[in-house]
């Protein structure tokens, strides 16, 4: 349960404009495409791996759920509070961080639009071919947990056949990498 107190230390961690306890906002991220609903104790909007971190060490002094979101697209149910708790919405680290041309790699943060990554690629001749049909609104997070794919899987694969490395917030709340930009990657980071 998310009381006004922990709202307080949530609010003082991502700022109080990027946390929701209202009911009309909890209403919104209530649900996903299954159009199931459960309804969160809050809703909170991270801009940083840090944050996110901070947010998972407070969930687990205060024993509360925190359930990841991007645009919430998903026929999984994965980012529905089933036990209520708190919703970690990704949607506002939408950057293409970088596009390396030489490695053929992109740097992102989790919540860029699918069909976003798409167009800047191919801006500079390059291809990022995991389409779902919900691309103009699904994002790279998503993507990734759902292991999407679409109608160019046949050809191409899905979306783990083109994730070369990740940074992951822990349940502990520790931030690990993982991968590089190249296949090979026992020692180097990105
Ligand atoms: C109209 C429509 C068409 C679709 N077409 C296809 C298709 O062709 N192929 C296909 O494979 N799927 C398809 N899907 C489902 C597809 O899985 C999702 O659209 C997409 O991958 C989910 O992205 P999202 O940003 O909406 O994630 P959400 O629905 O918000 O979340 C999905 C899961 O990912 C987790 N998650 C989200 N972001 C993160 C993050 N940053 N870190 C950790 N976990 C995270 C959530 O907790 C949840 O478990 C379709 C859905 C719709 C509505």
């Not at 209520?84 to 943060?109: F, S």
Request: with cysteine.
């Amino acid at each position: 349960m998310i009381n006004s107190k922990i709202g307080a230390r949530i609010a003082e961690i991502v700022g109080k404009e990027n946390v929701a306890l209202d009911k009309e906002t909890r209403v919104c991220y209530s649900y996903d495409a299954t159009n199931i609903k459960y309804l969160p104790d809050g809703i909170v909007f991270l801009n940083s791996a840090q944050q996110i971190s901070e947010i998972v060490k407070l969930a687990n002094e205060h024993r509360f759920p925190v359930i990841p979101r991007g645009a919430g697209t998903g026929f999984t149910g994965g980012s529905l509070p089933v036990e209520g708790g708190l919703i970690l919405v990704l949607t506002k680290m939408n950057k293409i961080l970088q596009i390396d041309t030489e490695n053929l790699i992109a740097i992102v943060e989790p919540g860029v639009v699918t069909a976003e990554l798409q167009k800047e690629v191919e801006k500079l001749g390059l291809f990022y071919p995991p389409d779902p049909a919900s691309l103009k609104s699904s994002t790279l997070g998503g993507n990734v947990a759902e292991c999407a794919g679409g109608m160019r899987a046949v050809k191409y694969g899905v979306t783990k056949d083109y994730v070369m490395g990740l940074e992951v917030v822990l349940p502990t709340g520790e931030i690990v990498t993982t991968g590089g930009k190249t296949v090979k990657e026992s020692s180097a980071t990105i």
